[in-house]
């Protein structure tokens, strides 16, 4: 039972470098979300999709671009990076239906932009 | 603008205790609220999840209750144990078809053996 898997677990960037962070999932689910996390300041959402070939942004976008080509995977673009990316990336899915909209997540990706 | 709010930030209690964590939410047209447990350094794990229509979910040692024209939830941990260990997160949906989720900041749990 794989579920959401997000690679890779820790990366270190220096300013201006670029990187993909990999996210997918194997439970078919429609919506997919990136969110992001720093220290009391809770989740905070930077894209979401609600199926292949459909994106929208979230609350913190700026300097991120997402894709959604399959059902399975949802990576997460930086591509300059700064120090304020510094953070703790978590994706997620879940149903959309009136029954079922229960939000599974990854383990997490840890950046540090240096 | 949705704002979550849980209090207290951390909370220590003995092994055995029941204890009741505290989520608030400013709007309440909520679809539904979910309860999730982080361990430092891992993901989330969803553990409840209550429709804005319920009252009350249960799994185990573990009930999240719903009161949307307050705009409380609480999730109470019957005799708990040092695995309860964790941060608890509780997160609500706007409303169906919205799928974002709002998140507090949670409340940091320690269970003392």
């Known amino acids: 039972n794989a579920g959401v898997t997000q690679t890779p677990k820790f990366r270190i960037l220096k300013i201006g470098q670029s990187m993909t962070l990999q996210c997918t999932q194997d439970m078919n689910h429609n919506y997919m979300y990136w969110y992001r996390q720093d220290p009391g300041m809770g989740l905070k959402l930077i894209y979401y999709?609600?199926?292949?070939?459909?994106?929208d942004k979230g609350e913190v976008p700026n300097g991120y671009n997402v894709s959604r080509s399959t059902t399975e995977d949802f990576p997460l673009r930086l591509e300059l990076a700064a120090p304020s990316q510094t953070s703790v990336y978590f994706c997620a899915s879940s149903y959309s239906s009136l029954t079922n909209t229960e939000a599974f997540f990854g383990q997490g990706t840890r950046l540090t932009v240096v | 603008k949705q704002e979550v709010t849980q209090i207290p930030a951390a909370l220590s209690v003995p092994e055995g205790e029941n204890l009741v964590l505290n989520c608030s939410f400013t709007?309440?047209?909520?679809?539904?609220l979910q309860w999730f447990r982080q361990d430092p350094g891992k993901g989330l794990t969803s553990l409840l999840l209550i429709q804005s229509s319920q009252r009350e979910q249960t799994s185990g040692r573990l009930n999240a209750s719903l009161d949307k024209s307050s705009g409380r939830s609480t999730l109470y941990i019957a005799a708990s144990q040092p695995g309860d260990s964790a941060t608890y997160l509780c997160?609500?949906?706007?409303?169906?078809?919205?799928?974002?989720?709002?998140f507090g900041t949670g409340t940091r749990l320690t269970i003392i053996p």
């Open positions: 999709s609600v199926g292949a070939g459909i994106t």
């Open positions: 997160a609500v949906r706007a409303n169906f078809g919205n799928e974002k989720l709002t």
């Open positions: 709007d309440s047209a909520i679809y539904n």
